[in-house]
């Protein structure tokens, strides 16, 4: 079982920056493969970012491809999010999640979730 914690998330004006976190507990993280997901206003959950284990692979949803990098530091226990050139639309809550097993863009597939850090972007 893994405990994911989400921090990291504020408001922002367009064109910024932000660096989400996602703490995580147990001792088989580097094991994981973690996702980033968010979830707009009156929107659903959508994916955003994956990292395997070692982070040897990533994958990005084309909204924010080029502009958000995913990257994680086992030692620490920790999924990051790097935002830049953010603009209103990334405005959500974000979650990090965890599976096990393959890569996936799927939401359904990740079977720990933390509970989400507000990111606003202001016009």
């Known amino acids: 079982q893994v405990t994911l914690v989400e921090s990291g998330g504020e408001l922002v004006q367009a064109g910024g920056s932000l660096r989400l976190s996602c703490a995580a507990s147990g001792r088989t993280f580097s094991s994981y493969t973690m996702g980033w997901f968010r979830q707009g206003p009156g929107k659903e959950r959508v994916f955003v970012a994956t990292i395997t284990a070692t982070g040897a692979y990533t994958y990005y949803a084309d909204s924010v491809k080029g502009r958000f990098t995913i990257s994680r530091d086992n030692a620490k226990n920790t999924v990051y999010l790097q935002m830049d050139s953010l603009n209103p639309e990334d405005t959500a809550v974000y979650y990090c999640?965890?599976?096990?097993?393959?890569?996936?863009?799927?939401?359904?597939?990740?079977?720990?979730w933390g509970q989400g850090t507000q990111v606003t972007v202001s016009s």
């Open positions: 999640a965890a599976k096990v097993g393959v890569r996936s863009t799927n939401p359904l597939s990740y079977a720990y």
